[in-house]
């Protein structure tokens, strides 16, 4: 919840810098294709066949088998990738990072002309917040790709990469002109991309030139009608330069420019209860939903708003409703368990724990969803009165350095009822010394008042 807004408007903003700096590489949980193997590297099918095979080949884990195969479809078409990056792309396709790079390395090295290799390693090293080792990759690709005249259509392919990746690199840097620069030749190269536009529409903004930003974010949407409302991109800039007037003067624009979208109004009310201004939040979600009644995210956004105000009776209703539109949807199914132990109903105390117990069970280790499904479940055992359970759990959880703010919430509130009150307000006023907004935030507020007040008094001494 304390990151909400800013999560879900980066969605909308850019899918990810790093699937934008590997344009055209296979996503690691993508079905593989031939053609996401050869890419633009031949203009027909005549390969399709026999790279199809060698993928068939990689999923009955003969490696051998489909490596010769790869090798033997590269020394009958030149044009082909080197049969490392291909190889290379099927490790990647299975989550496999070690022999990918290990793949990528024999490439390097019986391939040395060829650029590919290293885009790929410079996109895992970024991937990995190694910038500079991603930086140093992407020099020694551009430096290839200046002398490759192999194939045409992968050298339009590589500068493009290049011109990409550069300008991810300066852009994590804050190095904006650099940026501006690389991304200019992207967009030379490739006009039509809508993901280049953003990300130069942003890179004008951090250099003072918001007008030049919302031109670039206009032209985004037009070569992409899925990409955000020009409006909402620069209400998600002022924000994050934490220029709150003119943030929510580009939502009220983006309200003007699309009055029928429901979807305009869930990112006002996302923002306004980022801001904590509950009422606003509230109007704008029961517009999204007087326009889209069924709107998913409209009840779930709804029921956050509830909770927050501590209105567990709307909160429930709202929630409920998601949950039954999308029962296995983890971030509604989670929010309803936190809401329904609030419930002096038995019946309603018991769900939270079902619904707890089944997140648990269903998000193990190695999950986003695992440490608040774990911590979810702390709580409501603590609710339940089974606190050696609850204080077992959230220990383990606050170890890991993971705990959400509401997670932080938890732990501050077990400890003062256990008399550790000293420690409980350290953590609440470190919590709350982020501006952000999460669910538990006022009950955190008075708890920390309250701890004070207790500490102030000779009683308490």
Not at 19 to 34: E, L, N, R
Not at 153 to 165: S, T
Not at 339 to 355: F, K, Q
Request: hydrophobic residues 45%; neutral net charge.
């Amino acid at each position: 919840m304390a990151n909400g807004f800013k999560v879900d408007v980066r969605r909308l903003l850019v899918a990810g810098v790093v699937a934008v700096v590997a344009c055209g590489a296979a996503s690691v949980h993508a079905q593989v294709t031939a053609q996401a193997l050869i890419g633009n590297a031949v203009s027909d099918d005549s390969m399709n066949k026999e790279i199809t095979n060698a993928i068939a080949r990689f999923s009955d884990r003969d490696i051998d088998g489909c490596m010769a195969i790869l090798e033997r479809a590269k020394s009958n078409n030149a044009k082909l990738p080197p049969p490392g990056v291909m190889m290379a792309t099927l490790w990647l396709s299975a989550n496999q990072l070690a022999p990918a790079r290990e793949s990528l390395e024999g490439a390097v090295v019986k391939f040395p002309a060829d650029p590919e290799a290293y885009l790929k390693l410079a996109d895992l090293a970024f991937g990995e917040g190694r910038i500079t080792d991603s930086a140093v990759l992407f020099a020694k690709a551009t430096d290839l790709t200046k002398a490759y005249n192999d194939n045409p259509k992968r050298r339009r392919d590589f500068d493009i990469r290049c011109a990409a990746g550069t300008a991810a690199v300066a852009e994590r840097r804050r190095q904006w002109d650099d940026a501006q620069k690389f991304l200019a030749e992207w967009i030379k190269l490739d006009p039509d991309n809508a993901g280049a536009r953003l990300r130069m529409g942003n890179v004008m903004f951090q250099l003072g030139k918001e007008k030049e930003a919302l031109e670039n974010f206009r032209e985004a949407k037009k070569i992409d009608a899925k990409a955000p409302l020009p409006e909402l991109a620069m209400a998600q800039r002022n924000d994050e330069a934490k220029k709150r007037e003119a943030a929510e003067k580009w939502i009220q624009d983006a309200i003007k420019a699309a009055p029928n979208d429901p979807a305009v109004q869930l990112f006002a009310a996302r923002w306004y209860l980022q801001k904590n201004e509950i009422e606003k939040a509230k109007a704008a979600c029961e517009t999204a939903l007087k326009l889209d009644a069924k709107s998913l995210e409209g009840k779930f956004v709804r029921g956050l708003v509830a909770r927050v105000a501590r209105d567990y009776t709307s909160a429930e209703k709202y929630l409920n409703e998601a949950h039954f539109q999308s029962p296995g949807n983890f971030d509604v199914s989670n929010s309803l368990a936190l809401v329904l132990i609030e419930s002096d109903d038995d019946e309603a105390r018991r769900r939270a724990l079902e619904l707890a117990d089944t997140n648990v069970a269903k998000y193990r280790e190695n999950t986003p969803q695992q440490i608040p499904a774990v911590t979810t479940l702390a709580w409501v055992f603590y609710k339940l009165g089974r606190r050696e359970d609850a204080e077992r759990i959230l220990e383990q959880v606050r170890r890991s350095n993971a705990l959400s703010q509401d997670g932080a919430y938890y732990v501050a509130r077990i400890l003062s009822d256990r008399g550790e009150k000293d420690l409980a307000r350290r953590i609440l006023d470190e919590m709350l010394a982020n501006d952000g907004m999460f669910a538990t935030r006022p009950d955190a507020v008075d708890l920390l008042a309250k701890l004070k007040k207790e500490a102030a008094t000779p009683a308490a001494k």
